[in-house]
């Protein structure tokens, strides 16, 4: 099955400076990367999503980039707030059958 | 928004005894349900995948006879860990694949198992 990388496993920022998180995929059948937010105690939720089609996705302080030859993409906050603070999961699938998910990165946003 | 409800959140059961964990989407149809398990401080991991009328399948090294799955209705899908044990405690949560608009996943706030 597919196997799903992300780094850092944890990120420390200055409040205002960006953070990046990257993830490598290994099935090139994957064609569609949703990157999750966690806070404690909570349910994962959805913030932002790119298809293979796109290379570049962007909401507001918060972007998404896609290499298919590389099989890496990455998410990019700008500007962070105390409230970006949680466990960002990148996850990967295939025409949308299944989901793998990366190992979690904790992001600290320091006041 | 599409959102799935997920019960209980917080079992408690005797090492031996078989608990049940129902994912139901609330108000939209769902034909395709996941399971993930979570331990603390790390990653979602697919158990396997709930299909409407049709059986489960599973990942690699999951016990489909420890973890029975039910997908009797577009709408519920059930986790059943029988015969449950201590190493079986863990974060379970299910999810749920919208058909229409952005295909996307949406999960349940999960189900705290801890087996004594």
């Known amino acids: 099955g597919e196997n799903v990388e992300q780094h850092p496993s944890t990120l420390s920022v200055q409040e205002g400076d960006s953070a990046v998180i990257k993830c490598t995929y290994s099935?090139?059948?994957?064609?569609?990367f949703p990157w999750y937010k966690q806070e404690l105690g909570k349910r994962p939720q959805l913030i932002i999503d790119i298809r293979s089609n796109v290379g570049e996705k962007k909401d507001q302080r918060i972007a998404v980039t896609l290499n298919k030859t590389a099989k890496h993409f990455s998410l990019h906050i700008t500007e962070t707030q105390p409230e970006d603070s949680a466990v960002y999961f990148c996850a990967a699938s295939g025409n949308f059958n299944k989901f793998y998910f990366g190992s979690g990165t904790k992001l600290n946003v320091k006041p | 928004g599409a959102v799935v409800s997920q019960h209980p959140s917080w079992v408690i059961c005797k090492s031996g005894t078989s608990v049940k964990i129902e994912c139901r989407s609330l108000d939209f149809q769902a034909t395709t349900m996941f399971w993930y398990r979570q331990f603390p401080k790390q990653s979602l991991m697919l158990m396997a995948t709930?299909?409407?009328?049709?059986?489960?399948?599973?990942e690699q090294g999951v016990e489909k006879d420890k973890f029975l799955i039910n997908h009797a209705s577009l709408t519920l899908s059930t986790l059943t860990v029988t015969s449950a044990h201590p190493e079986d405690s863990s974060f379970y949560i299910c999810?749920?694949?919208?058909?229409?608009?952005?295909?996307?996943?949406?999960f349940g706030a999960g189900s705290r198992l801890t087996v004594l």
């Open positions: 999810s749920a694949r919208i058909l229409s608009g952005a295909n996307v996943l949406t």
């Open positions: 709930s299909n409407e009328g049709s059986k489960a399948t599973y």
């Open positions: 099935d090139s059948a994957s064609n569609y």
